[in-house]
């Protein structure tokens, strides 16, 4: 079986500073990893999505995640955060024939001026 | 990009009626469609998987008869939460997949606020 976890349910930066979100998954099948952002009250928002092609997964808004297959990693970066970061980040992996995701716990990204 | 929409974005009501929330994918076809439920601070529960022409998959503990899905199209599915109680107040969601295996992605809704007095 698939799951996610997520490291820190809160990460706090300041303003042009490294961004680093942690996503550790397990999977019994090679996975299809997602991030993927949340607005206040706003459904959520495709970041960037690994599916076995490169390692290294380009987003939008700067963001980027590199998938490391012996430490089960699938870490979120950004070099230089910005005050409209400040949002809810899930990590999600696709479990198995059905498409359904299974999502991490959430972490809240609070961006300091 | 694909978009998918809800509606009604909000809806409060009664203890006792039913509600029923629609989800469309606006420029693609969505064989599968999933609802999502989240509680504040929380992290999404998949409630159910909705395919098209078929009947709805539903995760475990989540009932059925409670949370009625239809998805009549494929680009239309709802969810109808009879006989709400407020126990049943919270943020569902819902997203439609699109794109071949390996490719697939999911796109997410804006989301329903329900609130149930």
């Known amino acids: 079986a698939q799951s996610v976890t997520q490291l820190g349910s809160h990460v706090s930066v300041s303003e042009g500073a490294l961004v680093l979100l942690r996503c550790n998954y397990s999977?019994?099948?090679?996975?299809?990893l997602f991030w993927y952002v949340q607005y206040p009250n706003q459904g959520l928002q495709l970041l960037l999505k690994?599916?076995?092609?490169?390692?290294l997964v380009k987003g939008i808004n700067g963001f980027e995640a590199e998938f490391k297959k012996s430490e089960t990693s699938f870490h979120l970066t950004k070099p230089s955060a910005h005050m409209s970061d400040a949002a809810e980040y899930f990590c999600?992996?696709?479990?198995?024939?059905?498409?359904?995701?299974?999502f991490g716990q959430g972490t809240t990204l609070q961006v300091k001026p | 990009g694909a978009v998918v929409s809800q509606h009604p974005s909000w809806v409060i009501c009664k203890s006792g009626t039913s509600v029923k929330i629609e989800c469309r994918s606006l420029?693609?076809?969505?064989?599968?469609m999933f609802w999502y439920r989240q509680f504040p601070k929380q992290s999404l529960m998949l409630m159910a998987t909705?395919?098209?022409?078929?009947?709805?998959?539903?995760e475990q503990g989540v009932e059925k008869d409670k949370f009625l899905i239809n998805h009549a199209s494929l680009t239309l599915s709802t969810l109808t939460v009879t006989s709400a109680h407020p126990e049943d107040s919270s943020f569902y969601i819902c997203?439609?997949?699109?794109?071949?295996?390996?490719?697939?992605?999911?796109?997410f809704g804006p989301g329903t606020r329900l609130l149930v007095l």
């Open positions: 997203s439609a997949r699109t794109g071949t295996d390996g490719g697939e992605t999911q796109y």
């Open positions: 690994y599916t076995s092609a490169a390692t």
């Open positions: 909705s395919n098209e022409g078929s009947k709805a998959t539903y």
């Open positions: 999977s019994s099948v090679p996975p299809y």
């Open positions: 999600a992996v696709r479990g198995g024939n059905t498409g359904k995701l299974i």
């Open positions: 420029d693609f076809q969505a064989t599968t």
